[in-house]
């Protein structure tokens, strides 16, 4: 893009944010679709997502997922998001006979934060970034070298505490995202990863909840993931958000109907185009390996065997093809060796690659004419007998 173009993106980007900001200002809140709908690809550009966030927060706007602006208020500022009960309830579902289960279960067992507790972690995580910038420059006696290393470890555990408390908040965000093509433990890993992002850039002085923060990073690097992994062909994230959209209103059709619903009727619920629906449809398939194991028995039949290579020559063509090579053999040796020679040559019968008269006449030494005498005496021969129909269709 070029310079004019950069500009003109940015003055559009800027006039968005402020009719965003001019619209939502009043209510305090803005949820994580809304700033979806009015930039799509905000994910692919995270410079402008930090500074679309500090406007955000500057002007004392909170960041909500829809679940929590449908209960008609945000309550305090200190509320705890939604998913985090104390006691596990979010993972009373999952068992912990299971490697996931077993990590949902430690993760279980760290205790939520407390607003104050989360602003004395961040100053820690801070002394200790200060601390190792400090000793990266010379000078320092052994005294002191020690105290700031001391503090460089202090903010590694402040962070590991951080992150490890509110690992519940990413298996809770990444609950609402299974059955789109990524393994449930690939979804957390990826929330982590997240998580971790959010941890390094949270701001204590902003006044506002870890969770609140972290929420919007988790969300992002598992949609990421999705757009990425879920599909062999990737898809931008934006799309992948407008067709996991399609299947959310298709799924509350089918529950309110009792019947799955057409592109028209998901078209109708979503207000958009009945072609745009069905073409975000059709690239929602995925891939599906020509190894994967198909039944319940041990006999080692994978999907690929069952599909028809079209390459293969049909079984009953292959039959009648061999039947009626053998007869065209039964039938040239009706005639005499040049003759025979010079009808496999002049139809491809010996090799499949047809010669002209010329080629055949420079072989044998004679004219083009006297070759084209032979052939028309050849099949004179073969005419009167009971074959010659089907040997004429074989010629042509």
């Known amino acids: 893009m070029d310079e004019r173009g950069r500009k003109l993106q940015e003055f559009d980007r800027d006039q968005l944010i402020i009719e965003l900001l001019a619209r939502v200002e009043e209510q305090g809140f803005i949820t994580f679709q809304e700033l979806e709908e009015v930039f799509p690809h905000m994910e692919e550009d995270l410079p402008f997502l930090d500074d679309l966030w500090e406007e955000l927060l500057a002007r004392g706007i909170q960041v909500v997922s829809q679940e929590k602006a449908g209960e008609g208020g945000l309550g305090s500022s200190n509320a705890e998001p939604l998913g985090l009960e104390e006691g596990g ?10 490697t996931i289960g077993l990590y949902l279960t430690e993760m279980a067992q760290e205790p939520l934060l407390s607003a104050e507790e989360e602003i004395e972690l961040a100053k820690q995580i801070e002394r200790g970034r200060w601390a190792e910038r400090k000793l990266r420059k010379n000078g320092h006696s052994p005294e002191e070298q020690a105290r700031l290393r001391r503090e460089v470890e202090l ?10 408390a509110n690992t ?23 929330g982590n990863v997240g998580l971790m992002r959010a941890v390094d850039k949270f701001d204590y002085r902003r006044g506002n909840r870890f969770s609140t923060y972290a929420t919007w990073w988790i969300r992002q690097a598992i949609t990421r993931a999705l757009a990425d992994q879920g599909r062999t062909i990737r898809l931008p994230v934006h799309m992948s958000d407008r067709i996991r959209k399609v299947y959310q209103v298709a799924h509350q059709l089918e529950q309110e109907t009792g019947h799955r619903p057409t592109p028209e009727e998901i078209a109708r619920e979503m207000v958009e185009d009945p072609a745009k629906i069905r073409w975000m449809i059709s690239r929602s ?6 190894e994967r194991p198909v039944g319940d028995d041990d006999d080692g039949s994978e999907l690929g065997d069952f599909i028809e290579n079209e390459n293969t020559p ?6 009648a093809r061999q039947l009626l090579a053998e007869q065209v053999r039964r039938m040239l040796e009706q005639l005499t060796p040049r003759e025979a020679r ?38 004179d021969k073969l005419r009167p007998t009971s074959e010659a129909l089907s040997l004429q269709e074989y010629l042509r």
């Not at 519940?168 to 299974?178: F, G, P, Q």
């Not at 019968?349 to 055949?360: N, P, Q, S, V």
């Open 168 to 190: 519940r908040l990413v298996v809770s965000i990444a609950k609402k995202y299974r059955g789109y093509g990524v393994p449930f433990p690939d979804l957390i890993q990826e």
């Open 89 to 98: 309830r979010d993972l009373d579902a999952v068992s912990a006979s299971d």
């Open 314 to 319: 049909d079984p009953a063509e292959s039959v």
């Open 342 to 379: 010079i009808l496999r040559l002049r139809y491809g019968l010996a090799d499949g690659r047809t010669r002209t008269l010329k080629e055949i006449a420079q072989q044998f030494g004679l004219s083009r004419e006297r070759i084209r005498q032979i052939e028309r005496e050849a099949l």
């Open 155 to 164: 903010g590694q555990a402040a962070r590991e505490h951080l992150s490890r």
């Open 285 to 290: 398939r995925r891939a599906t390996s020509l």
